[in-house]
């Protein structure tokens, strides 16, 4: 975490958050709220599968520039809510805002070019084309010119082209696997596959990038050098949303966290109170002891 404790301007009051460094970096994307006001609402989110109720008039905000927290024992609906939210479900009641929009009835790939970018929990890539294309393809869904421009090779198709690559290497530097580039994503090692679908997701050049268990598999020093992942791209002025498992990863990267249970928000508040909430310990009671440590 950075040391900004004593901001009073109207950055103020995101807990360990760098607003200087968050409102440079994020000055050049359009976004229509300021660093620390409501960036996301979600509203009385609900989700039934058949006579299964998912979500049960879920309520949160994200605010820019934090990382927020979404965690739950096995079977919470953390899943369930990134799906509702990103358009891979629709919800049965409630809504998602970006920016005060609903995104309610958009299609998955218009929330993710209205700014809401998510990584899967089982990796979703391209096996067969390298890292670099991975990259390139999630460039590539902003780019203005027509499939006509590209197939006559215009100039701006050829430019824009040319700042992909560019771009796109220093999207895999920037998650530390860019001498991998060239490497087909399938043969790369799981730590960089995982890396690999961070770096694609902000490609897309999101406002709020949804993390759905990007530490799962990893070991502890992998785990402390995702976390460190983390709080660069958040520094980077980008807002994040991570469900995670592991409490002490949660504990060690979030700024708030909201707990779920059976579909339920039960806790909404800082790490340190989270984790002496007992509604929160009693929930992870008979969870592995890894995942409430
Ligand atoms: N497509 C679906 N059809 C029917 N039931 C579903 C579907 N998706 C999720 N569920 C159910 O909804 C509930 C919440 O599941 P969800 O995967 O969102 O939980 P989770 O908190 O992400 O769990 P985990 O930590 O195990 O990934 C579970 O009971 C699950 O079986």
């Known amino acids: 975490m950075t040391e900004s404790t004593e901001e009073t301007g109207r950055h103020a009051g995101i807990p360990g958050v760098d607003t200087d460094v968050a409102e440079a970096a994020a000055a050049e994307r359009d976004i229509a709220v300021k660093v620390g006001?409501?960036?996301?609402?979600?509203?009385?989110?609900?989700?039934?599968?058949g006579g299964l109720l998912a979500l049960d008039n879920i309520s949160f905000t994200i605010k820019r520039g934090e990382i927020l927290g979404l965690i739950g024992?096995?079977?919470a609906g953390k899943t369930t809510c990134f799906n509702a939210m990103t358009g891979v479900y629709k919800p049965t009641g409630g809504q998602v805002l970006l920016e005060g929009r609903v995104l309610n009835g958009v299609k998955q790939h218009k929330i993710t070019r209205a700014g809401l970018a998510r990584t899967f929990q089982n990796i979703r890539l391209f096996g067969e084309m390298t890292a670099?294309?991975?990259v390139v393809v999630g460039l590539d869904a902003r780019h203005k010119t027509s499939?006509?421009?590209a197939l006559?090779?215009?100039p701006r198709h050829i430019r824009e082209e040319k700042s992909s690559i560019e771009r796109g290497m220093a999207l895999l530097e920037f998650v530390g696997i860019a001498d991998q580039a060239a490497t087909l994503s399938r043969h790369l090692p799981y730590g960089s596959q995982r890396r690999l679908e961070i770096a694609r997701a902000l490609a897309t050049d999101p406002k709020v990038l949804c993390l759905d268990e990007p530490a799962a598999g990893f070991n502890p020093a992998e785990k402390e050098e995702l976390m460190q992942l983390i709080r660069t791209i958040r520094d980077d002025g980008y807002t994040v949303l991570l469900i995670e498992h592991d409490m002490k990863l949660v504990m060690g990267v979030t700024d708030r966290i909201v707990v779920l249970e059976f579909g339920k928000k039960i806790a909404d508040d800082v790490p340190s109170v989270i984790r002496e909430d007992p509604k929160v310990v009693s929930a992870y009671l008979g969870e592995p002891e890894d995942d409430f440590a």
Do not use: A, Q, S, W
Not at 40 to 47: A, G, I, P, Q, S
């Open 73 to 75: 024992p096995n079977g």
């Open 147 to 149: 499939v006509i421009g």
């Open 132 to 134: 670099l294309e991975n």
């Open 37 to 49: 006001d409501d960036l996301v609402e979600v509203k009385n989110l609900t989700m039934k599968f």
């Open 152 to 154: 006559l090779r215009l």
